[in-house]
């Protein structure tokens, strides 16, 4: 039997102790049956070590499609005491002053094997097994966006969507993080585009605020004028997410689009993040949104079904939604996703969410399944989210506190930076290995 989840990311931001925090709602369709849903062993500590790249001879991946590439999702929204942000510890912890085992959020702890000493910021009291002290990274700091990229330069990642919540705009490390991902996209040869995250804002300031904003980067700051800014048929590609019927209704979402499809100097090809199950929705008024929209990217996380007792990502749907994407005349941008957890955000209760990721068989299927659809271009949910256990980049193997966060059972610390590689070569190609 298939049990489908309506993973619903509702954004909860809390200022006072600097935590982004999410919810995932039944699905309510009596023909289902439904779950909420939405960890680990060893695995090698090994530094991961990017060698200089001359430009001359460095590949710089093209920005002016999105076909033949995968986009990881980058939250880069990680601060902690003493960075350039001076904010204090957000998304690691409930308390922005304090990081104890209890007020951990996070699933994974980052292994910051070969991190330089101004890299790396100390979880006062937390120690690693061997005694050590622990640290954590901040995404305010430039080297260390520096030094993700340059993975992503290494495993051949083409780039990534930079998450930016309207609800987080008063924040000027917001840009802080903005201008390390331009430079960093830059020098190597990586692509990127924004992606506007509409959660947990007033469905009445949504239009107003993302216009302001989109006015700021295009005329002041120039973003879209990057030579990695991702562009599709000459305009460059904004990323809408949080498009859900069930939180502003569908007059709303047309403003959106028109912001970016009625303005000559602002013009862009949007990308729409929106529920699994968006070809099932009954209003027609969000129907004829969803076809308005230049690509269709229906968020998956946490959508899975169980076979032989084992949790697979639910792809049975991609096939129709590449066909009507296709009648719409837009594009179909699926979202892989390596695994979920989250049960240090939510409690001991979330542990019937988590979606073990078996040694990282759930990820690569999931490659597999789009290029054997034909599908061109996709999405990685995400490359830095620890919180809820879907990053892709190295975690550590002995983390501290016994048995808290999960690890890559076993598998090396860089294993899910090479599958997306990987991955993304099948889909560049268009055929498996």
């Given at each position: 039997m298939i049990y489908f989840v309506r993973a619903f990311i509702g954004c909860?931001?809390?200022?006072?102790?600097?935590?982004?925090?999410?919810?995932i709602e039944d699905d309510p369709k009596p023909s289902s049956s439904e779950?909420?849903?939405?960890?680990?062993?060893?695995?090698?500590?090994?530094?991961?070590?990017?060698?200089?790249?001359?430009?001359?001879?460095?590949?710089?991946?093209?920005?002016?499609?999105?076909?033949?590439?995968?986009?990881?999702?980058?939250?880069?929204?990680?601060?902690?005491?003493?960075?350039?942000?001076?904010?204090?510890?957000?998304?690691?912890?409930?308390?922005?002053?304090?990081?104890?085992?209890?007020?951990?959020?996070?699933?994974?702890?980052?292994?910051?094997?070969?991190?330089?000493?101004?890299?790396?910021?100390?979880?006062?009291?937390?120690?690693?097994?061997?005694?050590?002290?622990?640290?954590?990274?901040?995404?305010?700091?430039?080297?260390?966006?520096?030094?993700h990229f340059n993975w992503m330069k290494r495993y051949d990642i083409d780039?990534?969507?930079?998450?930016?919540?309207?609800?987080?705009?008063?924040?000027?490390?917001?840009?802080?993080?903005?201008?390390?991902?331009?430079?960093?996209?830059?020098?190597?040869?990586?692509?990127?585009?924004?992606?506007?995250?509409?959660?947990?804002?007033?469905?009445?300031?949504?239009?107003?605020?993302?216009?302001?904003?989109?006015?700021?980067?295009?005329?002041?700051?120039?973003?879209?004028?990057?030579?990695?800014?991702?562009?599709?048929?000459?305009?460059?590609?904004?990323?809408?997410?949080?498009?859900?019927?069930?939180?502003?209704?569908?007059?709303?979402?047309?403003?959106?689009?028109?912001?970016?499809?009625?303005?000559?100097?602002?013009?862009?090809?949007?990308?729409?993040?929106?529920?699994?199950?968006?070809?099932?929705?009954?209003?027609?008024?969000?129907?004829?949104?969803?076809?308005?929209?230049?690509?269709?990217?229906?968020?998956?996380?946490?959508?899975?079904?169980?076979?032989?007792?084992?949790?697979?990502?639910?792809?049975?749907?991609?096939?129709?939604?590449?066909?009507?994407?296709?009648?719409?005349?837009?594009?179909?941008?699926?979202?892989?996703?390596?695994?979920?957890?989250?049960?240090?955000?939510?409690?001991?209760?979330?542990?019937?969410?988590?979606?073990?990721?078996?040694?990282?068989?759930?990820?690569?299927?999931?490659?597999?399944?789009?290029?054997?659809?034909?599908?061109?271009?996709?999405?990685?949910?995400?490359?830095?989210?620890?919180?809820?256990?879907?990053?892709?980049?190295?975690?550590?193997?002995?983390?501290?506190?016994?048995?808290?966060?999960?690890?890559?059972?076993?598998?090396?610390?860089?294993?899910?930076?090479?599958?997306?590689?990987?991955?993304?070569?099948?889909?560049?190609?268009?055929?498996?290995?």
């Open positions: 909860i931001i809390l200022y006072a102790i600097g935590l982004t925090s999410y919810a779950r909420s849903a939405q960890r680990s062993s060893i695995q090698s500590n090994e530094a991961i070590v990017v060698r200089s790249v001359n430009p001359s001879e460095m590949h710089v991946v093209n920005s002016n499609t999105l076909r033949h590439k995968v986009l990881c999702g980058y939250q880069g929204w990680f601060r902690c005491p003493g960075d350039p942000a001076n904010v204090g510890w957000r998304h690691w912890s409930r308390n922005a002053k304090q990081l104890t085992p209890r007020d951990a959020t996070f699933e994974m702890w980052p292994d910051l094997s070969g991190f330089d000493i101004d890299e790396k910021y100390p979880a006062p009291g937390l120690l690693n097994p061997d005694g050590s002290q622990a640290y954590l990274f901040s995404s305010a700091n430039g080297k260390t966006v520096r030094r780039g990534v969507f930079l998450q930016r919540f309207l609800v987080e705009l008063h924040d000027s490390s917001v840009d802080l993080v903005l201008d390390h991902v331009r430079k960093s996209a830059d020098s190597t040869g990586r692509i990127f585009a924004i992606c506007y995250d509409l959660s947990g804002i007033p469905a009445d300031r949504i239009v107003d605020t993302l216009k302001t904003d989109w006015i700021k980067l295009v005329d002041v700051l120039k973003v879209t004028q990057d030579r990695q800014y991702i562009k599709e048929q000459n305009q460059p590609v904004v990323f809408i997410w949080g498009l859900y019927p069930d939180r502003f209704d569908s007059k709303i979402a047309d403003h959106v689009i028109d912001l970016f499809k009625n303005n000559d100097a602002y013009h862009a090809r949007v990308i729409g993040g929106c529920p699994w199950y968006w070809r099932s929705e009954k209003d027609p008024q969000w129907r004829r949104v969803f076809h308005r929209l230049d690509v269709v990217s229906p968020w998956n996380v946490g959508n899975y079904t169980e076979t032989d007792g084992k949790r697979l990502a639910a792809t049975n749907s991609w096939k129709d939604d590449m066909i009507e994407t296709k009648q719409a005349g837009s594009t179909f941008m699926p979202v892989i996703y390596p695994g979920f957890g989250w049960m240090n955000l939510k409690g001991k209760t979330a542990s019937r969410s988590t979606i073990p990721r078996l040694r990282g068989e759930f990820f690569k299927r999931q490659f597999e399944q789009a290029v054997e659809l034909g599908v061109d271009t996709a999405y990685v949910a995400m490359f830095d989210e620890v919180d809820e256990g879907t990053a892709i980049i190295p975690v550590s193997n002995t983390p501290p506190g016994r048995n808290q966060f999960s690890t890559y059972e076993g598998l090396p610390n860089d294993s899910y930076l090479k599958y997306t590689g990987e991955g993304s070569k099948m889909i560049r190609r268009g055929r498996l290995p």
